[in-house]
């Protein structure tokens, strides 16, 4: 058995998203997740965000629920027609749901984490992420939830993976709003990233006190053929559009000439304009990191299905047998984490004198239904084991990382997979009631000593 003390001050929590949990769907608008469950075989299960896990009613339930976790960080994400109407108007509702759950954090003593984008944009702007006009709709809407809960969010995420938000749901159609062009996923890039860094920029003028940062999602891609230039290039390839277009946008105010060159006729020649890239290069304060596996790659043949990589159409996922799978099918692969935390402060967050942290981590587990008694989910344990270890590893080779929220606090709607795919650290019955699995006492214990304790290697 060995201990692993995190630094003192590290901060632990989870994270959710508005859409995945809330429900009430009939007291907002419509966001462009309503419209994809609607289309006939979009989600496995045919569910839909209309009730979830009814968070909007039982908040403080939950509110409660992460006290006595003693979890130390709560991010959520507001949901934008919740809050604003196609007119513009604010809705006092919607924005009386984010101010009362403000509340009861800080009087929890809960620090609340914000995301402004986790995915359900509102159905009414005329298209969506295609349309420039949404990256200034997304700044303005950002100012209005700083005026309401400015005075106590402290911790700004303008979007959650905007890989997801645009290649994954423009390109690969797996994602609302299910298009599959992908020179419409590299104009919702640029029009998320643009109104990304409108929105630091506004938020940042109007609170220069406030830490501001954006999240991505990393999948590290590896060459199967070690010496294979072919797999080489296929890996590159994935890297310029899952990674290094926002990173190198955010961090170095460019976009990689690969990732143009490769996209040829996609690249939209008019789509961005003098001035964008200072924008998007705008400083942040924090790069949020969302991490769950990593993979193997090999050039083959483009299967002629929509892909999420439109410029690696011929990328092939090469299994590893040996390796642990969690219930997505994903690969467990801590030592990727480690490595991938490693470079990010070598390559960007480091010379940007900025730290990293960990939004989301965690894994999906067939877990029994919870009426057959308490959910005893080792595998869980495991897994947020091993890559707690990655994660002390990368701050012992010298990354600066201040925090961890685990994905999710709550079982909840997993987009494309419905409720059939379970992530919470707290099951829910049929009747909603939240019942805590073992791994939720295991992480509260872990968040008591700030020690990790590995049992053997993990
Ligand atoms: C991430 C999303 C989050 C959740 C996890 C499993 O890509 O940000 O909403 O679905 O995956």
Redesign the pocket.
């Known amino acids: 058995m060995s201990a692993l003390q995190f630094p003192p001050g590290f901060r632990w929590g989870t994270a959710t998203?508005s859409f995945?949990i809330e429900g009430a769907a009939e007291l907002r608008g419509d966001s462009i997740w309503d419209e994809f469950c609607r289309v006939p075989g979009a989600i496995a299960d045919g569910s839909d965000g209309r009730i979830a896990v009814d968070h909007y009613h039982r908040y403080a339930e939950d509110v409660a629920l992460m006290s006595s976790l003693g979890m130390d960080t709560y991010r959520f994400s507001v949901s934008w027609p919740r809050v604003l109407r196609p007119d513009g108007s604010a809705d006092p509702a919607g924005m009386g749901f984010y101010d009362a759950l403000v509340d009861a954090l800080c009087a929890a003593g809960v620090r609340p984490w914000l995301t402004l984008y986790?995915?359900d944009l509102p159905a009414w702007l005329p298209g969506g992420w295609t349309n420039r006009a949404t990256a200034d709709a997304f700044a303005d809407y950002a100012l209005r939830m700083h005026a309401v809960l400015g005075d106590r969010v402290r911790v700004w995420t303008t979007l959650?993976?905007p890989w997801?938000a645009s290649f994954l749901s423009y390109a690969g159609g797996q994602h609302a709003p299910g298009h599959t062009d992908a020179a419409e996923a590299f104009s919702a890039t640029h029009h998320l990233l643009l109104g990304h860094g409108l929105a630091v920029r506004a938020l940042r003028e109007v609170d220069p006190g406030a830490t501001l940062g954006l999240t991505l999602?990393f999948t590290p891609a590896y060459p199967a053929g070690h010496d294979d230039p072919a797999d080489a290039d296929v890996v590159r390839r994935v890297d310029g559009t899952a990674h290094r277009i926002f990173t190198d946008a955010v961090f170095r105010g460019a976009y990689p000439a690969d990732v143009i060159a490769d996209a040829g006729a996609a690249w939209p020649s008019d789509l961005v304009r003098d001035g964008d890239l200072e924008l998007i290069a705008t400083p942040i304060d924090v790069l949020g990191v969302?991490y769950?596996t990593s993979q193997l790659l090999r050039a083959g043949e483009p299967s002629g299905q929509p892909s999420p990589h439109p410029t690696a159409p011929d990328a092939v996922v090469v299994d590893r047998p040996w390796l642990d799978r969690t219930d997505?099918g994903w690969e467990v692969t801590p030592d990727a984490f480690r490595d991938l935390l490693i470079g990010l402060h070598r390559d960007y967050t480091g010379p940007a004198g900025i730290p990293l942290a960990i939004t989301?981590n965690?894994c999906?587990i067939d877990d029994p239904d919870p009426a057959s008694g308490p959910i005893d989910d080792q595998q869980r344990i495991d897994y947020l084991r091993g890559h707690l270890r990655a994660v002390h590893e990368a701050i012992a080779a010298g990354a600066a990382i201040d925090t961890y929220l685990v994905?999710?606090l709550i079982d909840n709607f997993?987009?494309a997979f419905g409720y059939t795919?379970r992530?919470g650290l707290v099951a829910v019955d049929g009747e909603l009631n939240r019942l805590p699995k073992a791994s939720a006492g295991w992480y509260a214990e872990l968040i008591r000593t700030g020690t990790l304790c590995l049992p053997e290697q993990v």
Request: contains cysteine; charged residues 20%.
């Open positions: 998203s995945q986790h995915w959650n993976e997801c999602n969302n769950y997505m989301e965690g999906a994905w999710s997993e987009w795919k992530f």
